[in-house]
């Protein structure tokens, strides 16, 4: 009798959406995760060697024309 009673009770059908809802929305999570994690990968290292690079060898200033004022 305590079964029955228990399945028909409806009081924790709306937390048991949510939990469904939750574990749906982590496990869309993880997938798309799984699906861009090489590219982001590759692409970050990209960004990374061009940052590392010769590129900034100079300082911002070193071609900067500076006016010399005689004393």
């Known amino acids: 009798m305590q079964v ?28 798309v995760k799984d699906q861009v994690d090489d590219g982001l990968s590759v692409h970050s290292s990209e960004i990374r060697d061009e940052f590392q690079g010769g590129l900034f060898d100079s300082a911002w200033d070193a071609n900067l024309a500076v006016p010399i004022e005689a004393p």
Do not use: I, K, P, Q
């Open 4 to 31: 029955r009673t228990f399945v028909a009770d409806e009081a924790g059908v709306a937390t048991v959406d949510w939990v469904v809802v939750a574990s749906v929305m982590v496990a869309l999570g993880v997938a």
